[in-house]
């Protein structure tokens, strides 16, 4: 069983475009981390929310936490091809292992 | 800070063989986890270790089994090879402390690809 269900599996969008990728759970986390990987490479950490309707900005990635701390978004505005990767999110319960959502394919075309 | 590192990066077995990887973590970087990923299952927690002790595990088979050193490298060991065993194992380190509260951020190595055939 996912406990952290990622949408949309696949997103296939032209250079420009803007795009949102959503994590959901019915379990509540103490912190939601997002992760970016590229082939042949092993996840690289963006970024960690622990406060309910926390809201992140890195560059053109905007990351939010839910109020009820059960679910995240993940926002890019105007992609470029250097996005393209698996993008992954884990939530944390203290003391326990993470547990990782199935990733979200992005490829961002020019 | 250097990051982790793993070797071998590339591997290939035969059914029923062991195997060992390596994994050397962050400087200052106690906490050690290993994670198995597929294009099937997706990324699946194998087990922590914390000062040398087992903190965490996931559900793998008594076959895939770990280690860690006072120096905190860790390895992991897997006996008795199936092909389902082909995968990427990833090493995470993170500066999660004793008490196991702050939040569990990993710092993932780049990989051992391990194909069985």
Redesign the interface.
Known sequence: TQLLEQSPQFLSIQEGENLTVYCNSSSVFSSLQWYRQEPGEGPVLLVTVVTGGEVKKLKRLTFQFGDARKDSSLHITAAQPGDTGLYLCAGGRYGNKLVFGAGTILRVKS | KAG?TQTPRYLIKTRGQQVTLSCSPISGHRSV?WYQQTPGQ??Q?LF?YFSETQR?K?NFPGRFSGRQFSNSRSEMNVSTLELGDSALY?C?SSPRGS???E?????????TRLTVT
């Open positions: 982790v986890s997706g990324l927690f922590e965490n996931g990833l995470a008490t196991g509260q939040h569990y951020e990993q710092y993932f190595g780049p990989g």
